[in-house]
């Protein structure tokens, strides 16, 4: 899996602030984490994790020929399997997971592996942020909007409160697709009253309907990553 639109408006859109130590899960060829590490303090650590082989493989080359090189490593294997005494304590999860479940899938394993979660459920990454993160540390995350409130209700069991929350629309008009959201661990909300759905996400529209140019909102969004970008 490569770059994809959902991807870099998720990793321009996570908050970095005061963060020392944040992992990049299921990162892919590594581009998210960076993006992250772009706009964090210069002492920032960035740690990736990622399962599938070539991917892996593709993160440790970035990585290194990227000026992150001397902050970045990567863990290849199971994010399941991560020791946590292994890791500083993190401020911060960010992942485009894989988010599909019951969905047709392709003939091609490592992208089933990317785009289904088969092999990493929202419960698996809910349970390894709770072993990872450090009290109020956050977890940013992106799903399909079909599966929002699934993922907010098992998050709440988990002891995470929802901090923010952006739904992105293809188009000015269409329904939302996707949801982004920002979770803190162990925060002073009760459990009880930690995710209230009855306040309202915000929106980010991608395009003008019609002209199909980029809105304004979208464009200083990723302006900093992206050259000629007019």
């Given amino acids: 899996m490569k770059v994809g639109s959902d991807g870099c408006v998720f990793g321009a859109w996570v908050g970095v602030e005061a963060t020392k130590h944040l992992l990049d899960l299921g990162t892919g060829n590594g581009y998210l984490g960076m993006m992250a590490l772009q706009r964090a303090s210069d002492s920032c650590q960035l740690h990736g994790s990622e399962i599938e082989p070539g991917a ?39 992942s485009n997971p894989p988010f599909y479940r019951d969905k047709p899938k392709s003939s091609v394993q490592a992208r089933n592996l990317a785009r289904h979660d088969d092999s990493l459920t929202m419960a698996d990454i809910l349970r390894g ?30 002891g995470f409160s929802l901090t923010r929350w952006t739904r992105t629309c293809p188009m000015i008009g269409d329904p939302p697709l996707r949801v982004m959201s920002e979770l803190t661990f162990g925060a002073t909300k009760t459990t009880a009253d930690a995710i209230d759905l009855a306040e ?18 979208f464009r200083a969004l990723l302006k900093p990553y992206f050259r000629n970008w007019h």
């Fill in 200 to 217: 309202m996400p915000e929106t980010l529209n991608l395009e003008r309907w019609k002209s199909e140019d980029f809105v304004p909102e």
């Fill in 56 to 94: 892996a493989a593709q993160t440790s080359e970035n990585y290194a020929a990227s000026k992150f090189a001397p902050r970045s490593q990567l863990h290849a294997g199971r994010f399941q399997d991560l020791d946590p005494s292994n890791f500083p304590s993190l401020d911060l999860i960010l």
């Fill in 129 to 158: 942020a709770v072993q990872l993160l450090k009290p109020g540390g956050r977890l940013a995350t992106v799903w399909p909007i079909d599966r929002e409130k699934e993922w907010f209700t098992l998050a709440k069991g988990f």
